[in-house]
């Protein structure tokens, strides 16, 4: 079964400083990998998915991920943060034999606070 | 097009009492998901369906009870609430020929047990 560890429960980061989240995950093979993002009170957004071909993927509001499988991670990026970005930032794999059936498997998230 | 819907927002219940949450989507998935989100463990996913009339179980099963009768409704149940559901409650579904299994979630439940 595949798994999912992000490593940081909390970041803080100033407005307009480079921001990097890690996601490790566990997979026999080359997973589907996703980031979702949470805004307070709210349901989960999309960020950016990645499937297969080039590893550094583009998502909305300026973030990025690259995947690297050999070192089972999937690490989002965004150059320079908005305090509009606190926010909770889920990472999620699934799993490609099932067909898209059985669901995610989510990371426990962390919780991104922009200081002003 | 609503996209996933859900009802209700919020519920308090008392330990004991029954309840159904209410799923519904739109875009013709036919995968839908129910998932329950509590502090600091990320989503974690109870049933699943992958068509009319075909349910499974997730990494959290106990408790809960779904049913599939239409493409568009995935209820989910709570024969006796106990205070171990207190939880947020996401709804998902997703398209069988989308090769990326990318989901799309419903604003979510949030309930409370007494």
């Known amino acids: 079964a595949q798994s999912v560890t992000q490593p940081d429960i909390h970041i803080t980061v100033s407005e307009g400083a480079s921001l990097e989240l890690r996601c490790n995950y566990s997979y026999g093979a080359t997973p589907y990998l996703f980031w979702y993002v949470q805004s307070p009170g709210q349901g989960l957004q999309l960020l950016l998915k990645y499937f297969s071909g080039d590893t550094l993927v583009q998502g909305i509001k300026g973030f990025e991920a690259e995947f690297k499988r050999s070192q089972s991670s999937f690490n989002l990026r965004k150059p320079s943060v908005h305090w509009s970005d606190a926010a909770e930032y889920f990472c999620?794999?699934?799993?490609?034999?099932?067909?898209?059936?059985?669901?995610?498997?989510f990371g426990k998230g962390t919780h991104l606070i922009i200081q002003p | 097009n609503a996209g996933v819907t859900q009802t209700p927002k919020f519920q308090v219940l008392k330990t004991g009492q029954s309840m159904t949450l209410q799923c519904a989507q739109d875009m013709n998935h036919e995968y839908m998901s129910w998932y329950r989100q509590d502090p600091g463990m990320g989503l974690r996913l109870i049933h699943y369906?992958?068509?009319?009339?075909?349910?499974d179980q997730g990494e959290v099963p106990n408790g809960y009870n779904v049913s599939r009768s239409t493409t568009e409704d995935f209820p989910l149940r709570l024969l006796s609430a106990a205070p171990s559901q207190t939880s947020v409650y996401f709804c998902?579904?997703?398209?069988?020929?989308?090769?990326?299994?990318?989901?799309?979630f419903g604003p979510g439940t949030r309930l409370t047990v007494l």
């Open positions: 369906s992958v068509g009319a009339g075909i349910t």
């Open positions: 999620a794999v699934g799993a490609r034999s099932g067909g898209g059936a059985d669901g995610l498997t």
């Open positions: 998902a579904s997703n398209l069988r020929s989308n090769s990326y299994n990318e989901q799309f």
